[in-house]
């Protein structure tokens, strides 16, 4: 554990005298209540467990929270953005719920690193700072807030934890492949789906793909690419439309 946490009330109490008192700044960043021994669970790590014999640690909970937090930003993703492909759903959903997005929230969000039980080793190697833990423990605070208050509960606390994601990730360029990602811009200014018009030239064993883009009925071309396959090149007139549209 890390000197810090030991300052916390949550982790103070169950060293001192087993006192189960809820980390307030947490549940309130949380927007919920969690009881104190699911709170405690859902922030103890194996290697804390492995030391403390009895003390049970947050797998399980992540389990269950992952499954949680699929499901309803499947349904934000779904219900926010009815024109879109299955394959453009799913892109945007691994990014909102990426090891990279959730650790970002852990930190930014939830400041939960001083609340993190950890054994003395994976302490001493950072472990309340690895993207990995702080993943697992926005997940398995999102299972114990299941288990309290069902899926409608859980919903809220998705919500207001992933919402800005969902958001970022339907508009932001780089976060997705810029296939889909025009396909998203293309949406949101009101106009049709892209159209690529394929070209090759070069022998068969050194083929260059040339693409041009343009949007539903609009021959207007607004990015043009290159490359050794198709899509390669569609990628590349892709992200020059992209940029084209601002």
């Known amino acids: 554990m890390t000197d810090e946490a030991q300052h916390k009330p949550i982790t103070r109490t169950y060293h001192n005298d087993g006192t189960q008192t809820a980390a307030n700044e947490l549940l309130e960043a949380?927007?919920?209540?969690i009881s104190p021994d699911l709170l405690i669970q859902a922030l103890t790590h194996r290697s804390f467990a492995h030391e403390h014999p009895g003390a049970k640690h947050y797998e399980r909970l992540e389990f269950l929270g992952d499954a949680v937090l699929e499901l309803i930003s499947t349904e934000t993703l779904f219900r926010l953005h009815p024109d879109?492909?299955?394959?453009?759903?799913?892109?945007?959903?691994?990014?909102?719920?990426?090891?990279?997005?959730?650790?970002?929230?852990?930190?930014?969000?939830?400041?939960?690193?001083?609340?993190?039980?950890?054994?003395?080793?994976e302490a001493a190697?950072?472990?309340?700072?690895?993207?990995?833990?702080?993943?697992?423990?926005?997940?398995?605070?999102?299972g114990a807030t299941f288990l309290e208050h069902g899926i409608d509960g859980a919903r809220k606390v998705v919500h207001r934890l992933i919402d800005d994601t969902l958001a970022e990730v339907a508009t932001e360029g780089?976060?997705?492949?810029?296939?889909?990602?025009?396909?998203?811009?293309?949406?949101?200014?009101?106009?049709?789906?892209?159209?690529?018009?394929?070209?090759?030239?070069?022998?068969e064993y050194a083929q260059v793909f040339t693409a041009r883009v343009s949007l539903g009925d609009d021959e207007e071309i607004l990015g043009v690419g290159k490359g050794s396959s198709k899509r390669k090149a569609q990628l590349a007139a892709a992200a020059a439309a992209w940029k084209k549209l601002g």
Not at 131 to 137: M, N, P, R, V
């Open 84 to 121: 879109m492909s299955e394959g453009e759903l799913a892109k945007m959903r691994a990014k909102a719920v990426s090891e990279e997005a959730l650790s970002a929230i852990a930190r930014t969000k939830l400041h939960v690193e001083p609340y993190i039980l950890l054994g003395h080793g």
């Open 30 to 33: 949380l927007g919920t209540t």
């Open 174 to 203: 780089p976060a997705l492949d810029w296939k889909t990602s025009l396909t998203v811009k293309a949406h949101h200014l009101g106009k049709g789906e892209p159209v690529y018009h394929m070209a090759v030239s070069g022998p």
């Open 125 to 142: 190697q950072g472990g309340a700072q690895k993207s990995s833990i702080l993943c697992d423990i926005v997940e398995s605070l999102i």
